[in-house]
């Protein structure tokens, strides 16, 4: 893959934001606003969320503030494209799941002015907070970045250190 290509984070982006989009559509037209269905019960319910905040409705009711926050998003990761893809696969995944799950919730925040979640669980007595292949998307590409880039930057900042010595 040439430095710096859109093509193949698009694709993936393209097929998260598809997926997401499909996946909220289904929960829409299936339960109704506030319904939940066991899955595994105790463990794991499709419910049908209107969140019209951030991860946990962090600013809720800011709807306007979160899309111009996600369009600045995606401008940023265009432009520093470059900067950030540096030929491998992995960056590839990382920037196409960032891509399609910030366009995820966008489309939502857009059209409905609220993004629809639908996975529910629970572990024992903590209840996590409902959310979609979008917010999942995201989540998976920082994981990435902080499995595969965080060690790199120690490894470059303790060569600097050593070379300052």
Same mark, same amino acid.
């Given at each position: 893959?040439?430095?710096?290509?859109?093509?193949?984070?698009?694709?993936?982006?393209?097929? &998260? +934001?598809?997926? #997401?989009?499909?996946?909220?559509?289904?929960? $829409?037209? @299936?339960?109704?606003? =506030? /319904?939940?269905?066991?899955?595994?019960?105790?463990?794991? #319910?499709?419910?049908?969320?209107?969140? #019209?905040?951030?991860?946990?409705?962090?600013?809720?009711?800011? =709807? &306007? &503030?979160? @899309?111009?926050?996600?369009?600045?998003? +995606?401008?940023? +990761?265009?432009?520093?494209? $470059?900067?950030?893809? %540096?030929?491998?696969?992995?960056?590839?995944?990382?920037?196409?799941?960032? &891509? =399609?799950?910030?366009? =995820?919730?966008?489309? %939502? $925040?857009?059209?409905?002015?609220?993004? @629809? %979640?639908?996975? #529910?669980?629970?572990?024992?007595?903590?209840?996590?907070?409902?959310?979609?292949?979008?917010?999942?998307?995201?989540?998976?590409?920082?994981?990435?970045? +902080?499995?595969?880039?965080?060690?790199?930057?120690?490894?470059?900042?303790?060569?600097?250190?050593?070379?300052? /010595?």
């Amino acid at each position: 893959m040439r430095n710096g290509s859109v093509m193949p984070v698009f694709g993936l982006g393209l097929a &998260v +934001l598809l997926l #997401d989009q499909l996946a909220k559509q289904s929960v $829409r037209a @299936t339960l109704s606003v =506030g /319904e939940s269905r066991p899955v595994l019960p105790g463990f794991f #319910d499709l419910v049908y969320v209107r969140n #019209d905040g951030a991860a946990w409705n962090l600013l809720g009711g800011h =709807g &306007v &503030v979160l @899309t111009g926050i996600s369009v600045a998003a +995606l401008i940023a +990761l265009f432009l520093f494209r $470059r900067a950030i893809l %540096d030929g491998s696969r992995a960056k590839v995944v990382f920037m196409g799941l960032l &891509v =399609g799950g910030i366009a =995820g919730n966008l489309v %939502d $925040r857009i059209r409905f002015g609220w993004v @629809t %979640d639908f996975l #529910d669980f629970r572990f024992g007595s903590y209840h996590y907070p409902a959310f979609n292949v979008a917010d999942s998307a995201i989540c998976l590409a920082v994981a990435l970045y +902080l499995v595969l880039d965080l060690p790199a930057v120690r490894r470059k900042r303790a060569r600097r250190d050593d070379a300052a /010595e």
